[in-house]
């Protein structure tokens, strides 16, 4: 059986070759079928908003012994201090019972006494804080603000770096794509947005964008090494890229989403609701979705976005007539997303000369004559062998 060194090695020297980008086709429908599933999530239910963003009044009552039928309990302590609609309450590190209510105002300590009360601690225990709705309004609006600015900031630097403004809207399209798919799954399982998930998401931006410049980093290495060999085409060689950075981009997500799966076990089964909860859910499926878009979106959307692209166009022909006329080695693709034709073409000439003489063309493509392949005819002729 082949070890993952192996086939990771396999496919940087392009032994072995996945065809991300002829099947681009396949990896858009996926993706239009999770937006799909997110939109519905957000008309449909809507987003969870957690107490900071909608306000209202949250208590918070420690070292409460018995939390058996804590849901029911904090809502009859909530309705008898006379606080109408909805209440939520969770528990917190086992002993602790948070409750949420709407705007208590001037009956905050009838619920501190009631919950006391129906809880069995002393009132004095109870803590209580008021946040006013337009405290989240203003988080919203200045998070929506650094959104905006941090991607037209990755669109003037990706488009400097890579000199082609389509890497840069590739890579947005692809950080669109993931904030999206995150927040979709936030409201198709209702799980609450708060101020740490809002930094979450801006995080995971910032992940997302690293591993797809890494990818765009070794397309860009790759197509001029085909631009000027003009053995592989633009397509060959971006698919080649993804395979080269694939085993990387796949051990770099797992080391990150280990830990961060650690936390939210502990958060779920032991800590509950929290700061910590909430800023590794949004890691965790962030860091996923963005490692996805990085492999299947962002490079092939980059190759659609130039393959009539008229240089593109005329590598591609010339590298379809030169691999036509070279030998394939043993176990190497040269189709259409393959990414070993290159690599094929050295191993081959290297192992027989006259193949790889065999192959010489003109600037179209055309075989050379054979005195035209051994180079120019007027040269002085060497004197025989005795006469040196």
């Known amino acids: 059986m082949t070890s993952i060194a192996q086939w990771g090695n396999d496919l940087y020297t392009g032994k072995r070759s996945i065809d991300f980008i002829g099947r681009q086709k396949q990896w858009y429908a996926f993706s239009a079928v999770l937006i799909a599933l997110a939109l519905i999530g957000l008309f449909a239910r809507g987003l969870n908003f957690g107490i900071e963003f909608r306000g209202g009044s949250e208590y918070r009552l420690t070292s409460v012994t018995n939390t058996a039928g804590y849901e029911e309990r904090a809502r009859s302590a909530i309705a008898e201090a006379g606080i109408p609609g909805n209440v939520l309450a969770t528990v917190i590190g086992g002993t602790t019972v948070r409750v949420q209510t709407e705007a208590a105002n001037e009956k905050n300590e009838a619920a501190k006494t009631a919950l006391a009360k129906t809880f069995g601690v002393d009132d004095k225990t109870v803590s209580a804080s008021l946040i006013g709705p337009s405290w989240g309004e203003s988080v919203s609006q200045k998070a929506i603000q650094a959104l905006i600015v941090f991607l037209l900031l990755v669109a003037l630097v990706m488009a400097i770096y890579f000199r082609t403004w389509k890497m840069a809207l590739s890579g947005l399209v692809a950080l669109i794509h993931d904030l999206i798919v995150t927040i979709g799954i936030y409201a198709l399982f209702g799980f609450e947005i708060t101020p740490s998930s809002m930094i979450g998401f801006l995080t995971i931006l910032g992940y997302s964008l690293y591993d797809t410049v890494v990818v765009f980093d070794k397309v860009r290495e790759n197509t001029a090494e085909a631009l000027g060999s003009r053995r592989q085409s633009y397509a060959q060689a971006a698919n080649l890229a993804v395979n080269q950075t694939l085993v990387r981009s ?106 790889a003489a065999a192959t010489d063309t003109d600037s179209l493509g055309r075989p050379l004559h054979k005195w035209a392949a051994s180079g120019p005819r007027n040269q002085p002729k060497r004197p025989p062998r005795s006469k040196r």
């Open 250 to 355: 796949i051990n770099t997500t797992v080391v990150a989403l280990l830990p961060i799966f650690a936390i939210l076990v502990v958060g779920f089964t032991k800590l509950g609701p929290g700061t910590l909860l909430d800023l590794s859910l949004a890691l965790f499926v962030g860091i996923a979705v963005g490692a996805y878009s990085s492999i299947f979106i962002a490079t092939p959307l980059l190759v659609d976005l130039r393959r009539n692209e008229p240089a593109l166009v005329d590598l591609a022909k010339y590298s379809e007539r030169v691999q036509a006329k070279e030998p394939v080695a043993a176990g190497v693709g040269v189709g259409p997303g393959a990414g070993g034709s290159d690599v094929a073409a050295r191993h081959t000439a290297a192992a027989d000369p006259q193949d």
